[in-house]
């Protein structure tokens, strides 16, 4: 990845698209680079496996190097600030070399693979949030996954635990048995299933999600009590009454969505 943003920026550069350009240092550096690398770098940097620990410390330089290259032209200081903190040749980055893009190191298969692991957590992330699931709180997670992915997600499973806070993770075939009472998410070659059965405390989330509910009905009630008042619509601009009524609508949307969610829990009691 770092090879093919080297390319996309370096492209952007010469036609003059700084904004493009910038975004897309941005996009490496906070997103791919800090957001996911590192925090799957981190059980090798910190493990016992002397070889592990060198080849992940030699590519966190190397890749922080070449991204600081891309990103100086934006932030000159902050970038030099860290690049003489780095293992480095010559008295400035101002000097060093422009990163090149080495088309060899280009590997779709890998990217592709990585991208369908990155959706799966993401997607567990996103159900652990859904059913308000403690950040620390360890959970299973069921993965039906397509063949061409099942030997790269079995080697990998352990980015999945760490990412996800998954203790027990099944990985199964794509078109096996899908899990009853679970949440489910599908991503492009994994379709993701967290039980729910101890994830919760249905009575408790039962009380949240009521309490909201309440809220809603009033607010609700108050906005249609301005809609039928006829007062407010003749007084009011149109844009007003239009916003007001879209208000209304999304309420009733959410609304919608908490009543079946509430149907669902009262489903596992």
Known sequence: RLNEVVGQVTANLDAYELGLAGQKVYDFIWTEFCDWYIEMAKPRLYGGDPA????????????LDQAMKLLH????????????????????????????????????????????????????RNMRAEVNVAPGKKVPAILLVADELQQVVAANQSYIKLMASVDELSILPAGGDKPENAMAAVTKGIE??????????????????????????????RIEGK???????????????????????????????????????????
């Open 192 to 221: 993701v299933y967290l039980p729910l059965k101890g994830l919760i405390d249905v009575e408790k989330e039962t009380q949240r999600l009521n309490k909201e509910l309440d809220g809603m009905t009033k607010e609700i009630g």
């Open 52 to 63: 592990a620990k060198a080849t992940v410390i030699s590519v966190l330089a190397y890749v």
């Open 73 to 124: 032209p934006f932030m000159p200081f902050i970038t030099e600030e860290i690049w003489q903190c780095l293992p480095h040749e010559g008295d400035s980055i101002m000097v060093a070399a422009w990163p090149e893009s080495d088309e060899q190191l280009f590997n779709a298969e890998a990217e592709a693979a990585m991208n369908a692991m990155m959706e799966a957590i993401k997607a567990i």
């Open 227 to 269: 809609l039928n008042n006829a007062g407010f619509l003749a007084k009011a601009p149109a844009e007003v009454v239009e916003k007001e009524k879209t208000k209304a609508q999304e309420i009733a949307v959410k609304m919608q969505t908490i009543q079946e969610r509430l149907t669902y829990l009262k489903n596992l009691e």
